[in-house]
C-alpha cells in the first residue's frame, strides 16, 4: 500500500524567502505521479505541481518546483520568494494503483501549514 | 482550464433529512471524479471513485447505502448522504481527472453540518 509522510506539521518562512516543504513516499509500484496541492483556509484544493516517475528531470512550475530523489524517494516542494498569499496547508499527494481504465485514485499526506510572516 | 464547481458550498440540515452535493466539471469531460471527505486539520480521505455509466467503487469502510454517488454524464456527479447524522458532519470535496495528465481538480469543497 502507498503511504506518504509529511513529517513537518508546520512551517514558518520570511516573506521573500525560499522554503522546503519535505515529502517521503513509499510504493511498490514502478509507475506513479506525485502531486503537490495548496490549500487556503476557504477549503478549495489546488493544484501547484507534478512529477512523474520517469521523469528525468525536476519539475517547475513559476515559484515551484519539486525536488525529486526517486532513490530516497522523497518530493519535496520547493517555494521561492515566498509570498504573503502562500500561507495555507500544502498535501503531497501520489497516485495510488487502481484498476480503473484511465484513473488514478490519490493517496494524500498528513499536509504541511505553512506560515509566511511579513 | 480545468474547473470544477460543486454545490452547495455550505448546507445545514436536520438529523434524518438527506443532502444532495453536485459536482460539475466546467470545460472538460472527466469519465472520472472522485470525493474525498475530511475532517478539520486532517488530510483528505477518499470516499469513492465515481465512473460514468457504471456504479462507484467505494473505499472500505464507507457505506454505500448511505453514501449514494451517481455519475450521471460526463460532467457531472452527484453525492448524496441519507439520513445524514451530527457525525456525518464534515468538508466534502470532489475532484475530476482531466485529460492524461493524472492530475486531478478539485471542486471548492461543501461544508454540511447536520444538527
Known amino acids: 500500500a502507498q503511504k506518504i509522510t509529511q513529517t513537518q506539521p508546520g512551517m514558518f518562512v520570511q516573506e521573500k524567502e525560499a522554503v522546503t516543504l519535505d515529502c517521503t513516499y513509499d510504493?511498490?509500484?514502478?509507475?506513479?505521479?506525485l502531486f503537490w496541492y495548496k490549500q487556503p483556509s476557504s477549503g478549495e484544493m489546488i493544484f501547484l505541481i507534478y512529477?512523474?516517475?520517469?521523469?528525468?528531470q525536476n519539475a517547475t512550475e513559476g515559484r515551484y518546483s519539486l525536488n525529486f530523489q526517486k532513490a530516497r524517494k522523497s518530493a519535496n516542494l520547493v517555494i521561492s520568494a515566498s509570498q504573503l498569499g502562500d500561507s495555507a496547508m500544502y498535501f503531497c499527494?501520489?497516485?495510488?494503483?487502481?484498476?480503473?481504465?484511465?484513473?488514478?485514485?490519490?493517496?494524500f499526506g498528513k499536509g504541511t501549514k505553512l506560515s509566511v510572516i511579513p | 482550464g480545468a474547473v470544477v464547481s460543486q454545490h452547495p458550498s455550505r448546507v445545514i440540515c436536520k438529523s434524518g433529512t438527506s443532502v444532495k452535493i453536485e459536482c460539475r466539471s466546467l470545460?472538460?469531460?472527466?469519465?472520472?471524479m472522485f470525493w474525498y471527505r475530511q475532517f478539520p486539520k486532517q488530510s483528505l480521505m477518499l470516499m469513492a471513485t465515481?465512473?460514468?455509466?457504471?456504479?462507484?467503487?467505494?473505499e472500505q469502510g464507507v457505506e454505500k447505502d448511505k453514501f449514494l454517488i451517481n455519475h450521471a454524464s460526463l460532467t457531472l456527479s452527484t453525492l448524496t448522504v441519507t439520513s445524514a447524522h451530527p457525525e456525518d458532519s464534515s468538508f466534502y470535496i470532489c475532484?475530476?481527472?482531466?485529460?492524461?495528465?493524472?492530475?486531478?481538480?478539485f471542486g471548492p469543497g461543501t461544508r454540511l453540518l447536520v444538527l
Open positions: 510504493t511498490s509500484d514502478q509507475s506513479y505521479g
Open positions: 470545460d472538460f469531460q472527466a469519465t472520472t
Open positions: 512529477q512523474g516517475s520517469y521523469d528525468e
Open positions: 499527494a501520489m497516485t495510488r494503483s487502481y484498476s480503473g481504465a484511465g484513473s488514478y485514485q490519490l493517496t
Open positions: 475532484s475530476a481527472e482531466s485529460g492524461a495528465a493524472e492530475t486531478q481538480y
Open positions: 465515481s465512473n460514468e455509466g457504471s456504479k462507484a467503487t467505494y
